[in-house]
């Protein structure tokens, strides 16, 4: 099924920091986690992820508040090293996917998707919401909640849309999320 962007979504403000650094997989569990207790109480655990300097970074995280604990996965990566353009228009995989896409004003490009996926490299497939976005400074943010719900679409958009997205982030930021997600397992080679 083919859906549309809510209009809501404006299209994100990306930051400058002062003092950047490369940024690794503890500080975009980080961000996650900043933006998840914005919507409300709960705890992160079981962190993992990689990163390769300039290249890409990701975590995966448990989330836990009152209602359970869904696991959740986010990337950023340079959008422009694929060579590709991202897509802006769906085509779901299966008739009961769930898709829609489109260019905000500012150009950055926006996907929804609802599915099924294998997280991990499990065997059992699980459901999943994703929403990603190219922004025209080529950061490509994706976010994965590995369960049906509790997170919307709208708060999927505003983990993606935060403005301290990038391959490099304030240091201090980084700093304090390198020594606060602990214990944190290396999923890749780093750089």
Not at 127 to 143: F, G, K, L, Q, Y
Not at 169 to 177: C, K, L, Q, R
Request: proline share 8%; aromatic share 6%; glycine share 12%.
């Amino acid at each position: 099924m083919i859906g549309t962007i809510p209009a809501s979504w404006k299209p994100p403000v990306p930051g400058h920091p002062t003092d950047p650094t490369g940024t690794d997989g503890p500080s975009v569990a980080e961000l996650v986690i900043d933006v998840l207790q914005q919507l409300g109480p709960g705890t992160g655990s079981s962190f993992s992820g990689s990163s390769i300097s300039d290249v890409n970074a990701n975590a995966t995280l448990t989330w836990t508040t009152q209602h359970g604990a869904i696991r959740i996965s986010a990337s950023v990566s340079n959008g422009a090293l694929d060579g590709k353009t991202p897509q802006s228009q769906c085509m779901p995989a299966f008739e009961e996917d769930y898709c829609a896409a489109a260019t905000l004003s500012d150009g950055s490009v926006v996907m929804v998707q609802h599915g099924t996926g294998y997280p991990g490299g499990s065997s059992t497939p699980t459901h999943n919401n994703m929403v990603s976005i190219t922004r025209p400074d080529h950061a490509a943010i994706n976010v994965v909640e590995w369960s049906d719900g509790p997170l919307t679409d709208d708060q999927l958009y505003q983990i993606v849309a935060d403005p301290r997205w990038g391959l490099r982030m304030a240091g201090s930021f980084v700093g304090h999320a390198d020594a606060v997600i602990r214990p944190f397992t290396d999923d890749g080679a780093g750089g």
